[in-house]
């Protein structure tokens, strides 16, 4: 299995564009869960779906980030307009998830975003 | 809402010496607890779990305890080596959610 897939791997934009960042979880996987990672604010959790649904979004900081799920092998994390605040590494994470039982995570390389 | 307080932020260990990072969690219908470690630029990844009905659990250098009494666990990592220098993470999950904590970043002298 190739683990968890994120593209790109590096984004450089200005702000006010709109970012895309893609996640391809681990086949089988139930559970899907991103993450936003900064030196001030540490590991972020910003949502996760179990079985291609929205469980939690309380994590996402603002209107300007949407997610979604349109299937079991595909997620993405949208930021528009972005500001140089959002400037951080991504992470994507999957685990099996199966019925509330805690299951590892496995995370995928990141994505590091930068917003100038 | 829920919290997991992780200590020290830092810690400097001589290479061969123990290591021992703590963490406190706040929701007590948390039942699984990992430890993950990262590494400069690369990804968190596991290096060791306990779920609650247990108390503690060993993998070669590392090993877990656990009291949900008091709501804490812990890492301990014995004859440390260059090599385990990286940040290390708890969590606390229940459900669903996992919660991490803040991080320690552990620096092995050799």
């Known amino acids: 299995d190739a683990g968890v897939i994120q593209s790109p791997r590096h984004e450089v934009t200005e702000m006010g564009q709109e970012v895309t960042l893609r996640c391809k979880p681990i086949?089988?996987?139930?559970?899907l869960f991103w993450y936003r990672q900064t030196m001030m604010r540490g590991l972020e959790l910003l949502i996760y779906?179990?079985?291609?649904?929205?469980?939690?979004d309380s994590g996402m900081p603002e209107d300007r980030f949407s997610a979604k799920m349109p299937n079991a092998s595909f997620s993405t994390l949208k930021i528009q307009p972005s500001e140089p605040r959002d400037s951080a590494v991504y992470f994507c994470?999957?685990?099996?998830?199966?019925?509330?039982?805690?299951?590892?995570?496995?995370f995928g390389p990141g994505t590091r975003l930068l917003v100038l | 809402g829920e919290n997991v307080e992780q200590h020290p932020s830092t810690l400097s260990v001589q290479e061969g010496d123990s290591a021992v990072i703590k963490c406190t969690y706040s929701?007590?219908?948390?039942?699984?607890f990992p430890w993950y470690k990262q590494e400069l630029g690369k990804r968190p990844q596991l290096i060791i779990d306990?779920?609650?009905?247990?108390g503690e659990k060993k993998d070669q250098r590392i090993a877990v305890t656990l009291n949900k009494t008091a709501k804490h666990f812990s890492l301990h990592i014995t004859e440390t080596q260059p090599e385990d220098s990286a940040v290390y993470f708890c969590?606390?999950?229940?459900?669903?959610?996992?919660?991490f904590g803040a991080g320690t970043r552990l620096f092995v002298k050799a």
């Open positions: 994470a999957s685990s099996l998830g199966s019925g509330g039982v805690q299951e590892t995570q496995y």
């Open positions: 086949s089988g996987h139930n559970s």
């Open positions: 779906f179990n079985n291609n649904v929205p469980i939690d």
């Open positions: 929701d007590s219908a948390s039942n699984y």
């Open positions: 306990i779920r609650s009905n247990v």
């Open positions: 969590a606390a999950g229940g459900g669903f959610k996992t919660i």
